[in-house]
């Protein structure tokens, strides 16, 4: 039986059945670290599952950063340095990753703290995780306030990009499932993706048709 929710009875929910609905309604997101670097130079993560991809040319990724009301020290980090990373997620440390969500003190490194390892490169000076297998280096291009919520929309061009050779097609698709690439639905609940098919670019009047290769 399909059950019918009014705004009004999304509203009048318990807060944290409310949030456990609306953060798995809308499916499953990406899951990355976000390297940031403090003004004291202590390396920082936060977990995100609120990447977009915006543009390819120029390659642009934005995120959403919750309301300023506590203090954030991944965008503070963001805004004083201009660069952050993003990387990406897999099953071999995702527990590491999750543990990076708690609120450690400004002088602690989360790196430290779940067990995971700094990468820097002479290009880029936000540190990357060295555990992942794909890695970008972004620079702060702009930020846009959400009215609606108070949060705010965090936007990064690519300057760089580190990833597993062998996880790179040909044609330039990547391939997330062989680089064991999980997925997050909500704040809690981590799922490793199947590639189901590739499938032909969709024209008028043509069948569906599936992709050989990747």
Sequence with gaps: MEKHFTLDDILAMEPFYRRDL??????????QLLGSVSHQKVPN?????????????????????????????????IKAQ????????????????????????????????VGLTPQFSPMHPAPY?????????LELQEE??????????????VVEMLIDESLIA????VL???????????LDSYFEPKLLSRLAYARPGQETSELKNP
Excluded at 129 to 137: R, Y
Excluded at 170 to 173: C, L, R, V
């Design 22 to 31: 609306m953060n798995t309604v809308s499916g499953f997101r990406s899951c």
């Design 45 to 77: 993560l936060g977990l995100f599952n609120s990447i977009t991809h915006i543009g390819a040319t120029p390659p642009l990724l934005g995120f959403i950063m919750r309301p300023l009301t506590v203090p954030r020290q991944t965008y503070h980090n």
């Design 82 to 113: 201009g660069f952050f990373t993003l990387n990406q997620v897999t099953t071999d440390f995702y527990r590491q990753a999750h543990q990076a969500s708690a609120k450690y003190g400004e002088l602690e490194s989360e790196f430290e703290a």
């Design 129 to 137: 995780v060295e555990e992942s297998p794909i890695k970008l280096g």
């Design 144 to 157: 846009h306030h959400i009215k609606a919520n108070d949060t705010i929309f965090i936007v990064g061009r």
């Design 170 to 173: 040909p044609n330039g698709h």
């Design 176 to 186: 997330l499932e062989e680089g064991k690439v999980v997925s997050v639905a909500g």
